[in-house]
């Protein structure tokens, strides 16, 4: 073989850029929301948080490359099994667009207890289209309301992170709100409820959804970056980290 072929070859190897895919095991759940079903083929890995679709008059359709989820904004939601948190430092990204964000209040997810006083956590909009998350452990609930407005017809980016006892919401890659509260241990009580609240007929959101991904470790300011760059239909196992 010629010499100049050889080293041709050799150069590409050391400088070809290499496509490298999320650490799955980083992962407590993943909804990706392909068009070939409902969950996508890593449905809850690794802990089989499977869904179901609970109001039929859902529909799903394509977006960009991958797909995602449309809510009615009536009584549609994905119900899946809890999301094992423990009380160990956690990360939740969600893409979400918003059809309609005044009137009511409009749940993007709700994680944990359904009735309780056990902890849970929860993003959405209020009916004066403020970006709210709230924490519950026990009797106390502390409200993160933001003072930003939910954007309406266009992807917005959110990330919810948990470091110790302070919780911290990002909107399209810039911090919003931070409460500090104590949490106890979410490991098995309630359900894992996407787009909608515990009991349907109310509070759905009315909109699309996208790449909700829940990783078991508290991502850093450039992992959530990356995320952000990613954009709305991208699949969140496409980042470097």
Do not use: C
Request: aromatic share 12%; glycine share 10%.
């Amino acid at each position: 073989m010629n010499n100049k072929l050889i080293l041709s070859f050799v150069f590409l190897l050391l400088f070809m850029p290499f496509a490298s895919a999320q650490n799955i095991t980083d992962y407590i759940a993943y909804y990706p929301f392909d068009y070939t079903s409902v969950m996508g083929e890593f449905d809850g890995d690794p802990n089989g948080a499977d869904g179901i679709v609970v109001a039929s008059d859902s529909d799903a359709y394509n977006y960009g490359r991958n797909g995602s989820f449309e809510f009615d904004g009536i009584d549609g939601m994905v119900e899946a099994d809890p999301i094992k948190f423990g009380t160990d430092n956690w990360t939740i990204s969600i893409w979400a667009y918003a059809e309609v964000v005044s009137g009511d209040d409009f749940s993007i997810y709700w994680i944990g207890d359904d009735d309780g006083t056990e902890p849970r956590v929860r993003l959405g909009i209020i009916s004066t289209k403020k970006i709210i998350f709230n924490i519950r452990s026990g009797a106390t609930e502390i409200d993160g309301a933001s003072t930003v407005d939910m954007p309406i017809n266009t992807w917005t980016h959110f990330v919810l992170t948990r470091e110790g006892n302070t919780f911290t919401l990002y909107m399209d890659d810039t911090a919003i709100k931070t409460v500090t509260t104590t949490m106890g241990s979410l490991t098995s009580a309630g359900h894992t409820n996407i787009g909608g609240m515990p009991h349907v007929g109310g509070n759905s959101w009315d909109g699309t959804l996208d790449e909700m991904v829940v990783y078991n470790k508290l991502l850093n300011s450039t992992e959530i970056t990356e995320l952000f760059n990613l954009g709305a239909g991208i699949r969140a196992d496409e980042t470097s980290f």
